[in-house]
């Protein structure tokens, strides 16, 4: 985010409100710096309008303090006169708009605490509201207070894919923290509630892209670390035919690999960084080779939890390492070996599949034999970090320069240009990270598409709150043991 579009964000989401709260306070009587102090600035709410003094603790209490929060102000509203449901409207959803307005507006004054029983006598027919208000403003305040959360606390995720397998299932719910890594200021601030990137059953666009604001990520608790499982924007989604925004692509799960700067490797499925093996996943499989004298019972497959796509007779079926060690010791298994793809074996993985490869810079160009298991090494970029731009670099960080940062890159007779500038060099602008699933053989991750730029980044996983099994019969639906279980 440059600085222009900094400014322009931090005027518009911070400095406007505060300013419109300073001059409501003044016409109330206060001094209008109170209105700068966080949580202090409520706590004087309350006191105008009325409100009992112990609401100032719920405040402090993650989600509930949203609630309570968009609570206090809809009540300072009101002690301005602004009862009706479209005033309750802007001063909520556009505050950085209509609480400047209201401030320095002479006819707006303070009428008293909207909660004391002398304002609602005095006021009692501005304020009777009809059944059908009553409801629509109690939907409105949920859809507003949901998203609200949702934006920058916490977030439902349902695994769709055996990607993660078997650290996460497929029917695990998550719960997904905004706050962990910091909430991303929404991008595509023009969309429909709850839904993400399409309307259910009419399959449009649920958003409007006609309106797009700047990245920018308030402070968190941390950044993305190594053997996070983390939420993000799935990159590919750039590409057409979707051209979505950054907000708007797909969701998916992987576990962070590699972080800005990290020189990675796979080398016979094992993950190197900065020439260090990486601890490997919890629940982490493969396929391997299994050869038998006769079929294996259905139920040691079972409760060994492998993965057989359903054919009981499969000789690649896909398992833990504890639970092939396990399964060699059956006195009818011949062999069992992890199916590693050989080093030097080139296969469609990225950047072997890759948009930039060029043929016409004066230099050889490069065979990256890189497969899933035999992979790199390969340098992640960080923001600030200068690369020399050549027939070997171009295809790897060609995508990040031109698609992720915005530039126009394009090789004429020989020559980089970006941005129509002849260059042998670019500076990045983000940081970016590496993620692959737990389950090496099944999933589609960096190794066939790149990096995850940090734009992209949604939450990380916290707990799973329910698990479903649709293949279990009725009574087995529930994976019970798997309820409130931590992500590691």
Known sequence: MNVVAFLITFIILIVLPYVGVWKLFEKAGEPGWKAIIPLFNFYVMLELTGRPKWWFILLLIPGVGVLVGIGILIDFIKSFGKWSLR????????????????????????????????????????????????????????????????????????????????????????????????????????????????????????????????????????????????????????????????????????????????????????????????????????????????????????????????????????????????????????SVAPNIHPKGQAEGVYPVNSQYKIYSLNSKVPAFKWNVDNYGPILIPKKGWTVKLDSLTYPIYGRAIEIYEGNKLQVVNGQIMINGVKTDRYTFKMNYYWMMGDNRHDSADSRYWGFVPEDHIVGKALFIWMSWDDEAGFLGKIRWSRLFRGIH
């Open 87 to 334: 005033d309750i409207l802007a001063g909520v959803c556009l505050e950085f708009i209509y609480l400047p307005k209201w401030g320095f507006d002479p006819k707006v004054q303070y009428l008293g605490p909207s909660r004391s029983d002398e304002f609602r006598e005095k006021y009692k027919a501005n304020l009777k509201k009809s059944s059908a208000r009553e409801w629509t403003e109690a939907i409105i305040f949920a859809v507003v207070a949901a998203t609200l959360i949702r934006t920058f606390f916490i977030e439902a995720y349902t695994i769709p894919t055996p990607s993660m397998e078997r650290s996460l299932l497929v029917g695990d719910f998550l719960f997904v923290s905004k706050v962990n890594y910091g909430p991303r200021a929404p991008m595509t601030p023009v969309a429909f509630p709850f839904a993400h990137h399409t309307m259910p059953m009419l399959n449009t666009k649920a958003y409007w892209d006609g309106l797009e604001l700047p990245y920018y990520r308030f402070p968190g608790l941390s950044t993305v670390k190594k053997g996070d499982v983390v939420v993000f924007n799935y990159p590919m989604d750039a590409d057409t035919p979707l051209c979505r925004p950054v907000d708007k692509r797909e969701n998916y799960i992987k576990r962070c690999q590699g972080e800005p700067g990290d020189t990675l490797s796979v080398v016979n499925a094992q993950v190197y960084v900065n020439g260090k093996a990486m601890p490997n996943p919890p629940g982490e499989q493969i396929d391997y080779t299994l050869q038998t004298t006769t079929q294996l019972n259905p139920k040691i497959y079972q409760d060994l939890e492998i993965t057989t796509n359903y054919d009981p007779n499969s000789s690649n079926p896909t398992m833990t390492k504890e639970a092939a060690a396990t399964l060699k010791g059956y006195s009818v298994v011949k």
